[in-house]
């Protein structure tokens, strides 16, 4: 079996979150989500057109500073990126042995065309290559 080959049987049989990955699709890019993008991330929670199925949240930027910090112990959480500028988030979580759960998946309205087929196509692809089912 090849090294690819070996790696994949492994992740298959040892689905686990990998910190501090980028996953990059034809428009978009993953890139961890940092406590730095707090503003951002926050921007989007707090938007009442786009919070409407999501958790409520506090508008204390240093709180979600320390809930972004924390994620990265526990979560993969990501900006959705275009051509280098913010246009959403996406996250893994609640992993339970080979499963897992994504969420947290908000866009802005100027995203690009395909970005929510583009962004959920890639966020399984990752679950699958991290070993998910």
């Not at 994504?102 to 100027?110: A, E, Q, R």
Request: proline fraction near 7%; aromatic fraction near 10%; hydrophobic fraction near 40%.
């Amino acid at each position: 079996m090849s090294d690819a080959g070996d790696l994949a049987a492994f992740a298959r049989e040892n689905p686990h979150f990998i910190s501090g990955i980028e996953v990059i699709g034809p428009n978009l890019r993953f890139r961890e989500a940092m406590p730095e993008d707090a503003e951002f991330t926050l921007s989007l929670r707090l938007d009442p057109d786009k919070n409407r199925h999501i958790s409520p949240t506090s508008p204390d930027i240093e709180a979600q500073r320390q809930w972004v910090a924390a994620t990265r112990k526990q979560h993969m959480y990501f900006i959705v990126e275009h051509r280098g500028r913010p246009v959403g988030t996406i996250r893994l979580y609640d992993q339970d042995g080979t499963v897992c759960t994504w969420g947290s998946w908000i866009l802005t309205n100027d995203r690009p065309d395909g970005a929510p087929k583009e962004s959920a196509l890639m966020i399984y692809a990752l679950s699958d290559w991290l070993g998910f089912t």
